[in-house]
């Protein structure tokens, strides 16, 4: 199982990142996939997450208005589009799918996103 997260990286305040999590190892549409960050010194977040089935999406309350999850089944890719982003938004992304019978849980090696000026 893999999962590998790319598109991270440096961008001005009010700026856009999409970050891209390409899994492998597993049944990619049977998984809800999400996406987690962490800032120094803070706890891991859930970000945003989609589900399997029907595709329902969860947005922390912070980046409801700013971020979109969507996936590409055929790739066995989710995405993380971030607009407007923040000096807050700083912080390691990561990805992590779960089946839909909770048992199996993974995780991607992270991204680091750093929103500066």
């Not at 790319?6 to 999409?18: D, E, F, I, M």
């Not at 989609?50 to 912070?62: E, L, P």
């Not at 589009?81 to 990805?95: E, G, H």
């Amino acid at each position: 199982v893999q999962l590998v997260e790319s598109g991270g990286g440096l961008v001005q305040p009010g700026g856009s990142l999409r970050l891209s999590c390409a899994a492998s190892g597993f049944t990619f549409s049977r998984y809800t996939m999400s996406w987690y960050r962490q800032a120094p010194g803070k706890e891991r977040e859930l970000v945003a997450a989609i589900t399997s089935a029907g595709g329902r999406t969860y947005f922390a309350d912070s980046m409801k208005d700013r971020f979109t999850i969507s996936t590409d089944n055929a790739k066995n890719t989710v995405y993380l589009q971030m607009n407007s982003l923040k000096p807050d938004d700083t912080a390691v992304y990561y990805c992590n799918a779960q089946d839909d019978y909770n048992k199996y849980n993974y995780w991607g090696q992270g991204t680091q996103v750093t929103v500066s000026s």
